[in-house]
T-cell receptor, first 116, second 116 residues
Framework: DTGVSQDPRHKITKRGQNVTFRCDPI?????LYWYRQTLGQGPEFLTYFQNEAQLEKSRLLSDRFSAERPKGSFSTLEIQRTEQGDSAMYLC??????????????FGPGTRLTVL | AQKITQTQPGMFVQEKEAVTLDCTYDTSDPSYGLFWYKQPSSGEMIFLIY??????QNATEGRYSLNFQKARKSANLVISASQLGDSAMYFCAMRELNYNTDKLIFGTGTRLQVFP
């Protein structure tokens, strides 16, 4: 049972460029979550999927952000026209039992984005 | 709205001593789950322990225990026999789960430093 993996681990980009992050959840986990964490803060929810369906998007997810999970396995998070305020750690998590309150979200190592 | 409060920005503890990290929460939902995560400098969120609102006993996982006081809405993490490797950020979180949302709400974290 491999854990949640994320790629890349670090990304440095110039303002205005597009970036895409990938998350591979724990095998057979049907819920996948994206969070953003800025310096000195706890993670903040961005969006989540159950299988391939995106069920909720936070207000933090502006029009420049888009997330997909096309086959219900891995997910991608794309940021278009990056801004310096997008610099943060982007964390992905997954759970195996949809709707089970006691089910734990297991996190990946995160992608640290720096926008110059 | 659900809220998690961690009032200790930083804590120091000597190796082999016990330490308590505070967490209070606010929710109107009678059924909820509380989690503690550890975040080393590498950035990954590591699950430590879970407490359900209907659990009769306080949760324990090895050197970690959760002091759950439902009436006071507190869920403090106790780490016994601290080790140098326990130095990290610690986050308390609550799962907000209903028919139209599923997310973790995090506190701002406590930085624990263990000294020899």
């Amino acid at each position: 049972d491999t854990g949640v993996s994320q790629d890349p681990r670090h990304k440095i980009t110039k303002r205005g460029q597009n970036v895409t992050f990938r998350c591979d959840p724990i095998s057979e986990h049907n819920r996948l979550y994206w969070y953003r964490q800025t310096l000195g803060q706890g993670p903040e929810f961005l969006t989540y999927f159950q299988n391939e369906a995106q069920l909720e998007k936070s207000r933090l997810l502006s029009d420049r952000f888009s997330a997909e999970r096309p086959k219900g396995s891995f997910s991608t998070l794309e940021i278009q026209r990056t801004e310096q305020g997008d610099s943060a750690m982007y964390l992905c998590a997954s759970t195996g039992l949809a709707g089970a309150r006691l089910d734990t979200q297991y996190f990946g190592p995160g992608t640290r984005l720096t926008v110059l | 709205a659900q809220k998690i409060t961690q009032t200790q920005p930083g804590m120091f503890v000597q190796e082999k001593e016990a330490v308590t990290l505070d967490c209070t929460y606010d929710t109107s939902d009678p059924s909820y789950g509380l989690f503690w995560y550890k975040q080393p400098s590498s950035g990954e969120m590591i699950f430590l322990i879970y407490q359900g609102s209907y659990d009769q006993q306080n949760a324990t996982e090895g050197r970690y225990s959760l002091n759950f006081q439902k009436a006071r809405k507190s869920a403090n993490l106790v780490i016994s026999a601290s080790q140098l490797g326990d130095s990290a950020m610690y986050f308390c979180a609550m799962r907000e789960l209903n028919y139209n949302t599923d997310k973790l709400i995090f506190g701002t974290g406590t930085r624990l430093q263990v000294f020899p």
